[in-house]
């Protein structure tokens, strides 16, 4: 069983579609589940590929 | 308008003022305790970037209206002690964040992470990804590997 914006269903009567998608900063799996041509429920799952940095700058006296 | 990944001003000031505490050695703060911290998801409507000082508020932020979406967002449980290597020094929070059974209808594609100890609750970072919305789902942050080079909190 998952849980739907319906309730929880039965996972074997939906159909799962997954989507990766990519950029510079992150990597985003998408999973989505589909009923009848609805999409009743998506997970989506975001791995932040690098932080960021602050950078030393040292001024003159 | 949209988001721009940045470090925040603001925080680099803070830095220097010791504003914030990522682990227990923070003398300037309470001895033994680490601030806290929090990550809210904002809409692609926004307009955060390295200008933003503080969360100061919804505005842009995804709703709690309908959504299951909690207002300023999740605690983050704690953050790997700082570490220093090669001149790099780093931390990165130890879990991901996770915002469980959300209907987000709006896109949203940055995350604002701040300080909730401060009560002026200044910001530390904005990160930014692909827009996305969810149905009913879990909106999940995997960390970076916490290592000079990828951790998510640098200073170079």
């Known amino acids: 069983m ?14 799962r579609k997954e989507i990766i998608s990519e950029d510079e900063n992150a990597k ?6 589909w009923f009848s041509g609805e999409e009743v429920r998506s997970d989506v799952h975001i ?5 960021l940095d602050v950078k030393q700058i040292m001024g003159d006296l | 308008m949209a988001n721009t990944q940045a470090i925040c001003n603001s925080f680099k000031q803070d830095l220097l003022n010791a504003v914030h505490a990522f682990s227990t050695n923070n ?18 409507s926004a307009t955060l970037d390295a200008a933003i000082t503080s969360y100061t508020g919804t505005a842009g932020e995804v709703s709690s209206s309908g959504t299951n ?8 449980a704690s953050w790997n002690a700082p570490t220093l290597t090669g001149g790099v ?4 929070p130890t879990a991901s964040f996770e915002f469980p059974n959300v209907t987000i209808a709006t896109p949203f594609d940055c995350c604002l992470i701040y300080n909730n100890t401060i009560a002026s609750k200044n910001a530390v970072m904005v990160c930014t990804f692909g827009a996305q919305t969810i149905t009913a789902g879990t909106v999940t942050l995997s960390m970076p590997t916490n290592a000079s080079g990828t951790a998510l909190l640098q200073l170079a």
């Open chain 2, 89 to 92: 020094a780093f931390t990165t």
């Open chain 1, 2 to 15: 998952i849980h739907t914006k319906y309730g929880d269903m039965e996972e074997s009567l939906l159909e």
């Open chain 2, 69 to 76: 979406y909690p207002t300023a967002g999740v605690a983050i």
């Open chain 2, 27 to 44: 003398p300037a703060h309470t001895a033994g305790v680490a601030d806290s911290f929090k990550a809210a998801l904002f809409l692609q």
């Open chain 1, 28 to 33: 985003t799996i998408r999973t989505e589940y």
């Open chain 1, 47 to 51: 791995i932040i590929k690098k932080g």
